[in-house]
């Protein structure tokens, strides 16, 4: 099974910054990677399909990037209701999610 | 605006069977393929359970840790989507999530979850 390094875990930023998240797999996923936002107590979001498709009402602040084994959630100017738990899901191979990466405002 | 809404989630024993349900609305969903997602406390996501389109047989598929203990089907006529769940254990306590595919796009809708609890 694939498995997926989502990295940092924990993301602390101020309004206004630019913030990356990572997430590498143990192999090739061919740009299958999807990216999600959930917020406390809420549905997890659709925000990134396929490395970097923006979903329909998502705003152009995030941004997807990567290929092969290696990928990247860009928010380019943090906002306060960014503050979430964020977390990619690879679907090359069956399903696997990454761990997460928990962002909160400095 | 897509909606997914789960329910019958519950506190079981071990060994015991649950049945959950997913009412889906606000897309074909005739034309989605249909997923269930669990949270273990305090831990990560993980993929249980799809289930394909009519054109597609309605082939399912599951995670090795539910292989033969779960099985997921559909009613489009109802809009719904189900778990049963077997032979429950009590590593299958976790909130459940139902998911939608839509255009290709697979996890592209997900519902606020049901809680199983599995303890004696």
């Known amino acids: 099974d694939i498995q997926m390094t989502q990295s940092p875990s924990f993301l602390s930023a101020s309004v206004g910054d630019r913030v990356t998240i990572n997430c590498k797999a143990s192999?090739?996923?061919?740009?299958?990677l999807n990216w999600y936002q959930q917020k406390l107590g809420e549905a997890p979001k659709l925000l990134i399909y396929?490395?970097?498709n923006l979903q329909t009402g998502i705003p152009s602040r995030f941004s997807g990037s990567g290929s092969g084994t290696d990928y990247t959630l860009t928010i380019s100017s943090l906002q306060p209701e960014d503050v979430a738990t964020y977390f990619c899901?690879?679907?090359?191979?069956?399903?696997?999610f990454g761990a997460g990466t928990k962002l909160e405002l400095k | 605006a897509v909606q997914l809404v789960e329910s019958g989630g519950g506190l079981v024993q071990p060994k015991e069977s649950l049945k959950i349900s997913c009412a889906a609305s606000?897309?074909?969903?005739?034309?989605?393929?249909m997923y269930w997602v669990r949270q273990a406390p305090g831990k990560g996501l993980e993929w249980v359970a799809r289930?394909?389109?009519?054109?597609?047989?309605?082939?399912?598929y599951y995670a090795d840790s539910v292989k033969g203990r779960f099985t997921i089907s559909r009613d489009d006529s109802k809009s719904m989507v189900y778990l049963q769940m077997d032979n429950l254990k009590t590593e299958d306590t976790a909130m459940y999530y139902c998911?939608?595919?839509?255009?290709?796009?697979?996890?592209?809708?997900w519902g606020q979850g049901t809680l199983v609890t599995v303890s004696s």
């Open positions: 998911t939608a595919g839509i255009l290709r796009i697979p996890f592209a809708y």
């Open positions: 606000g897309f074909t969903f005739s034309n989605a393929a």
């Open positions: 289930i394909r389109t009519k054109p597609n047989n309605y082939a399912t």
């Open positions: 192999q090739n996923i061919n740009k299958y």
């Open positions: 396929n490395t970097n």
């Open positions: 899901l690879q679907h090359s191979s069956r399903y696997t």
